[in-house]
């Protein structure tokens, strides 16, 4: 089992950037592909990035694709979703979570999820 813990979220203007974090423990890191979801409230749980194993490839949701960017660092097992050029639509609770490599698909299949990170994006 994989636990995990974002931070970074917060309140923003539209035009700003924000960069999210997600700490690993209890399992080796390099087993998992890495996600990142949202829930707007009112809304239901959406798919925003993704991140192999490796790192090596990567896969965004078209409503954030050129704004966002998500990355991993394996030796400290930690993922990073950038945001860049936030927007009001952007508000909600981020979640990141983990998915067994092989198993599922880019965006299901995730098995662990952190207690989410509420970013607001004021307009």
């Known amino acids: 089992q994989v636990q995990l813990v974002e931070s970074g979220g917060g309140l923003v203007q539209a035009g700003d950037s924000l960069r999210l974090s997600c700490a690993a423990s209890?399992?080796?890191?390099?087993?998992?592909?890495m996600g990142w979801f949202r829930q707007a409230p009112g809304k239901e749980r959406e798919f925003v990035a993704a991140i192999s194993w490796s790192g090596s490839s990567t896969y965004y949701a078209d409503s954030v694709k050129g704004r966002f960017t998500i990355s991993r660092d394996n030796a400290k097992n930690t993922v990073a979703l950038q945001m860049n050029s936030l927007k009001p639509e952007d508000t909600a609770v981020y979640y990141c979570a983990a998915r067994t490599w092989g198993k599922g698909s880019w965006i299901n299949g995730y098995d662990y999820w952190g207690q989410g990170t509420q970013v607001t994006v004021s307009s």
């Open positions: 209890g399992d080796t890191f390099s087993r998992y592909a």
